[in-house]
C-alpha cells in the first residue's frame, strides 16, 4: 500500500513556518495584507476566496476585497489594479481568473506589479520561476507540488521527474521549480509519444493534465512518488484527479490523494507568498 501523500501536514508544516515570520513582522509594525480583486461570482472563485480568507484570518493575515460585478468596464478593472500596485498597505493580490470574455486578460495579468503578484500571473513572476531568481512569486499550485514533496522528505536532487502538463500556470513551472531542486525533468503533453514509458521512468510524477483519470496502472511504476494536481467533478458528484487512483495506489511508493491533496496546499502557499511579500517590501 502507498504511503499516503495529504496535503493537510504539508500545509501545517507550512503554515507554522509563516506564522512566525508574521511574528517577526508585527514587531515591526507591519500587518501583511492581501487583495483579492474577484469579477463577478463564480462558483469556483467564491469558494477558493473562502478557504484563502479562512486561511489569512487563522494566520493574523489581513484581507481586502475588491469586488467588481460580472459587466465591469476594462477601465474599472485596470484603475482598481493601478489602485492595488499604489496602495503600500496591500502587500500581495490575488486575481481570480478567467475572466469575463469581454475583458482583456493579457492586458490584466500584466497590469498587477510582479512584487504583489503572489500567485505568479504575471511575466515578470514566470521569468522569477524561470531564472530561479527572487522576482514575483511562482504559481500556488505548482509550489503547492514541492511542498508536498519536501513535508515527505523526498529531494528531487539528481532524480528523474516527468511532469504531465505544459500549462503556464501548473505544468511548467512545477518543471522549473524542481528543475531548480536539481531534478532530472522531462514535461509530457498531447503530442508526447510513449506517455506510458515516459511516466513509468519517473521516480517523482506531477500530473497536471487537466483529464479525469488519464494516468492509470499503466503510467506507473514501483518506487514512484506520485503527485496529482487534477480536480474534476464526477458524475457522482465526488471529487476525483487525473491519476485513476484505484489502479495506480498499489503500484507506488507514495501518492496524493484527491481530494486532500495538492488543494490542501495551495491556500497555505498564498498566505506565505503574501507574507514573503510583505517581508521583501520591507527590505526594499
Ligand atoms: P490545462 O491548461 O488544460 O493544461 C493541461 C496540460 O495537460 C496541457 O499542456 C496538455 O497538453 C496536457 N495534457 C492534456 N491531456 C493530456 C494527455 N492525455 N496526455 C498528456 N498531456 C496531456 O490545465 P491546467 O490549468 O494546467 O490544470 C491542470 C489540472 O490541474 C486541472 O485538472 C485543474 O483543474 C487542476 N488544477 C488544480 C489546482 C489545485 O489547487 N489543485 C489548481 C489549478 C489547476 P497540450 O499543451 O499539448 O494541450
Known sequence: MATLLKGAAAAAALNERTAAVI?????KGITPALGILRVGERPDDLSYERGAVKRCDALG????????????????????????????????ALIFRPLPKHLDDEAV???????????????????????????????CTAQACMEILE????????????????????????????????ATVTICHTRTQDMEGVCRRAQILIVAAGRAGVIGADHVSAG????????????????????????????????TPVPGGVGAVTTAVLAS???????RSVRS
Open 61 to 92: 493575515i489581513a484581507v481586502k476585497k475588491y469586488l467588481l460585478p460580472e459587466d465591469v468596464s476594462q477601465e474599472k478593472l485596470m484603475e482598481t489594479i493601478k489602485g492595488i500596485n499604489e496602495d503600500a498597505a496591500i502587500h500581495g
Open 23 to 27: 511574528e517577526g513582522l508585527k514587531a
Open 151 to 182: 513535508q515527505a522528505g523526498i529531494d528531487p536532487k539528481g532524480k528523474e521527474a516527468v511532469v504531465v502538463g505544459r500549462s503556464l500556470v501548473v505544468g511548467r513551472p512545477a518543471a522549473m521549480l524542481l528543475l531548480q531542486r536539481n
Open 273 to 279: 507568498h503574501v507574507v514573503e511579500a510583505a517581508s
Open 224 to 255: 514512484q512518488t506520485v503527485i496529482d494536481v487534477g480536480i474534476h467533478v464526477g458524475e457522482d458528484g465526488k471529487l476525483r484527479g487525473d491519476v485513476d487512483f484505484q489502479a495506480a495506489e498499489p503500484i507506488v511508493e507514495a501518492i
Open 109 to 139: 495579468r500584466q497590469a498587477l506589479l510582479p512584487e504583489k503578484d503572489v500567485d505568479g500571473i504575471t511575466d515578470g513572476s514566470l521569468l522569477g520561476v524561470f531564472a530561479g531568481v527572487p522576482k514575483g512569486f511562482p504559481p
